[in-house]
């Protein structure tokens, strides 16, 4: 049993949403503008109904202290699909097993096209996606599309399915910077509601997926929970004391958070949790004021107004132009029927540099080296 | 009037005012900013630059006579890793100084000793003219001097918090003890931190995110330039001792007149 799953047994899912909710608006007043630095405790109030009234007052603070930390700057990423096969059948995703899709991996040659016009739009930081099947997208064929692209980019992440712990020291010693492995939600019997079948399903390993990444030295790991499975409350506060407990334990790794909200995809259920525009920006807000340091990252799934003004409240870096469908920006534009979800801000990465400018901040492409990383730990 | 010059390895500085070109909202308000801050040592983190392009936007915006390149370390975690970066810096950048940065804490981006040492150890022995990012430690600025580093570069805070010289004390035994430069980085975030540390005896400060974080970077960075050469002036001026009250003779040893 890993050792956070056990200290999730714990606590109980039903006394953790009531302490949330039982915030007063002292506490979220106390929270928001104490000097010495901020415990879970001030985190619920921070994420309470209580706060919804110093929304302005927290945008403030998370404005100021993501300005100190990060500057006038927005980094960019952008997604690059692998492959749509998937073993996993879960209820909220394009992929899933049962949906009736045209199923397809890259080949190398495909695989090249991508990134050749990726990097011509400009981004040097790219994210590789794919679904869980073991034989079609293993490690060997993560590790083989690493070197394909290393070339190409600075800084390559992966969002895939977990592994284990020598599989992805193998993958950081190809150059894998970040892991983006997100619980979905930490309700464990509402989560195998939604995961029924496939590798996925096993709840504890999911939850395990960031520690064994941490004991493998990886740079960077990104947490976040699917809003709308569950309370969004709850949910996002179990994923800050996973954060917390983290960043004691790999210190010397980085964290990044994000916040997809459910969108529409093919055979999808609706949410349960509907969590709208304010409450999304209490949320980033909340993050923002609990850990100064932490990344915070933004997809096409949420639309060009909110786009347009969020990265001011806290969020340090963006997609755009983002395709969700394997082969999308290349091999098959046209084939949207392949998508994972479907994205919403639509503009181009140019578009988005473009707008971040004349808001005074500057698109960051590259902030990351390939000189910088070593295989871990060879320095004794 | 003008405060005396700095040396460091083989070059001469008039301004004693170091910058960095991080968290600016674009290069050419990040040009401008250096430009009337009159700083002759310009950091840039190796992984914000394309080592690749000799077009890269960053390098493009510090090409002035004036201002040389100090390529920095940020982002390795290891000895080794660092030693390896600053030779990439080197061939790419074609300068043979190197602001060593090794921080495995990417919260505090606190400096690890123990790896700042080692690495500094073999870049000398390579030929770098070595600057390191380390904690106010008088002991560890003195192992570094053994190993041969250009300066020391002891924090005044955390990076990026501006909270000024919350490490007074230590960087006081660091500037008593030192033979080699000491700039103070990190932590300064106003005008007036800068002019204490060079009141204090620094010979130097490196400031980043107090201009670029300024609502008017370009005015702030002029505003550092005067309190770094005010300070300095202030130093070799020589303070005037503080008391707690007026005294207008001396008591105690006026019968000896």
Partial sequence: ?380 | MKASTLKIGDKIFQSRLFTGTGKFSNNDLMEKAIEISESELVTVALKRVNLDDKNDDIIKHLKHSRINLLPNTSGVRTAKEAVFAAQLAREALDTNWVKLEIHPDPRYLLPDPIETLKAAEELVKLGFVVLPYVNADPVLCKRLEEVGVAAVMPLGAAIGSNKGLKTVDMLQIIIEESNVPVVIDAGIGAPSHAAYAMELGADAVLVNTAIAVAKDPVAMAYAFKMAVEAGRLAYEAKLAPIKNKAEASSPLTAFLQ
Avoid at chain 1, 48 to 63: D, K, T, W
Avoid at chain 1, 127 to 137: D, M, R, S, Y
Avoid at chain 1, 189 to 204: A, D, I, L, P
Avoid at chain 1, 315 to 335: D, R
């Fill in chain 1, 1 to 380: 049993m890993s050792d956070f799953y056990s200290i999730l047994s714990q606590h109980s899912w039903d006394d953790i949403k009531e302490s949330i909710y039982a915030k007063t608006l002292v506490d979220a007043k106390h929270a928001l503008h104490k000097k010495e630095f901020r415990t879970l405790e001030d985190f619920k109030a921070l994420i309470s109904p209580a706060a919804e009234s110093l929304l302005e007052e927290m945008a403030q603070v998370s404005r100021q202290l993501t300005l100190n930390r990060f500057g006038n700057t927005v980094q960019m990423y952008v997604p690059l699909y692998l492959s749509n096969e998937c073993q996993n059948i879960c209820t909220y995703c394009g992929f899933s097993l049962h949906n009736k899709i045209k199923r397809t991996t890259l080949t190398d040659a495909q695989i090249i096209k991508e990134a050749e016009v990726i990097k011509a739009l400009g981004y040097d930081h790219v994210l590789l996606v794919t679904g869980e099947a073991n034989k079609a997208v293993g490690v060997e064929y993560l590790q083989h599309s690493i070197r394909l692209l290393k070339p190409y980019f600075a800084n390559i992440s992966i969002e895939v399915q977990p592994l284990e712990q020598e599989e992805y020291e193998l993958l950081i010693a190809e150059g894998l910077y970040a892991v983006l492995v997100y619980q979905e939600t930490y309700h464990e019997e509402e989560y195998k509601t939604h995961h029924t079948k496939g590798r996925k399903s096993n709840y504890e390993y999911r939850i395990d997926t960031p520690e064994r990444l941490g004991r493998a030295g990886i740079h960077k790991i990104g947490l976040g929970c699917l809003i709308g499975l569950e309370d969004w409350r709850t949910d996002s506060f179990y994923t800050a004391m996973h954060l917390d407990y983290l960043e004691k334990k790999y210190w010397q790794t980085r964290y990044s958070v994000s916040f997809p909200r459910l969108r529409p995809a093919e055979g999808i259920l609706e949410p349960k949790s509907v969590m709208t525009d304010k409450q999304l920006v209490q949320l980033i807000c909340a993050y923002r004021i609990f850990k100064e340091d932490i990344e915070l990252s933004i997809s096409t799934r949420e639309n060009a107004s909110f786009r347009n003004n969020i990265f001011r409240l806290g969020i340090t870096s963006m997609s755009a132009g983002s395709k969700t469908n394997p082969g999308g920006y290349a091999v098959f534009p046209e084939k949207e029927s392949l998508e994972q979800f479907e994205i919403d801000d639509k503009r181009s990465a140019t578009e988005i540099a473009e707008m971040l400018k004349l808001n005074g901040y500057e698109a960051v492409w590259k902030d990351w080296d390939k000189s910088l990383m070593q295989p871990k730990f060879t320095s004794s």
